[in-house]
């Protein structure tokens, strides 16, 4: 078994979020995780670990689902007038599944949405953390987290790896053609890709972690486990410094 504890990150003047105060005088915030990692990879399943573990984790992709769903949503009426009624389901809602069709086969569509999306999913997990108490441990779950702001709000990130062929073995799986799944993979930036982009936004300080999820659920748990210990080794030496 093992147990979670949080430090207190350093603000080294990178525009992290991590060690904002909540008000004036008031208590630090605790730092915040990032979990990323492409389509299949297992990032779900190690933000359900930290979960367990008694992690607040905030979903992106949940947050954007509620968003859509919000009645009257400024944010589904904003993507349906950019996509058109190709991507209106029969009761009038935003058709997710149509949406997906047509930017995961389309470079330029897929940054058109993110233009959209973005900046009300940002704003969404900024409330959810401001929301949190204090001294809450929490981890935001997203795809695009680094090519987001969701970076600017994190103290450290773990990108959750695995074998092409995984993946592909996960989302069929779920129902989701080969084809299909091949075709998302290969939009999506390679982790080496993410890692220097990340480093191109926030410097070399904020702690990287890359957990590979090869293997067994009890090989990923000891794996998030050693995530954790590596996060809180780096932030002590933050301190120290």
């Keep these: 078994m093992w147990t979670l504890s949080w430090m207190q990150c350093v603000n080294e003047g990178d525009g992290g979020m991590a060690n904002d105060r909540l008000g004036a005088g008031g208590p630090r915030r605790a730092p915040v995780i990032g ?6 990879a297992g990032k779900s399943t190690v933000a359900r670990i930290l979960g367990e573990r008694g992690v607040r984790v905030i979903d992106a992709d949940r947050v ?28 009038g809602s ?11 086969h389309d470079a330029a569509a897929l940054s058109r949405l993110e ?4 900046p009300a999913v940002v ?4 409330e959810a953390l401001d929301g949190a108490a204090p001294q809450t441990p929490c981890a935001v779950e997203a795809i695009k987290l680094i090519e987001s702001d969701l970076l600017t709000m994190l103290a450290a990130v773990w990108i959750v790896v695995a074998p092409a062929e995984a993946q592909l073995a996960r989302l069929s799986a779920k129902g989701m053609p080969r084809a299909e799944a091949q075709r998302r993979l ?4 390679t982790p080496e890709e993410k890692i220097a982009l990340l480093r191109r936004k926030r410097g070399a300080s904020l ?30 030496k933050a301190e120290e410094r």
Aim: charged content about 20%.
């Design 35 to 40: 979990i990323t990692g492409n389509i299949g």
């Design 64 to 91: 954007v689902h509620d968003l859509y769903a919000a009645p009257d949503s400024a944010l589904a009426a904003a993507v349906i007038a950019e996509f058109g009624d190709r991507i209106v389901a029969q009761d």
């Design 94 to 104: 935003l058709d997710r599944a149509a949406l997906g069709k047509i930017v995961f």
């Design 115 to 118: 233009k959209i999306v973005h």
């Design 123 to 126: 704003a969404a997990v900024r």
């Design 186 to 189: 290969d939009a999506q930036a």
């Design 207 to 236: 702690p990287v972690v890359t957990i590979e999820n090869t293997g067994t659920l009890a090989q990923l748990r000891r794996g998030v486990r050693d995530a954790w210990q590596s996060t809180q080794d780096a932030w002590s």
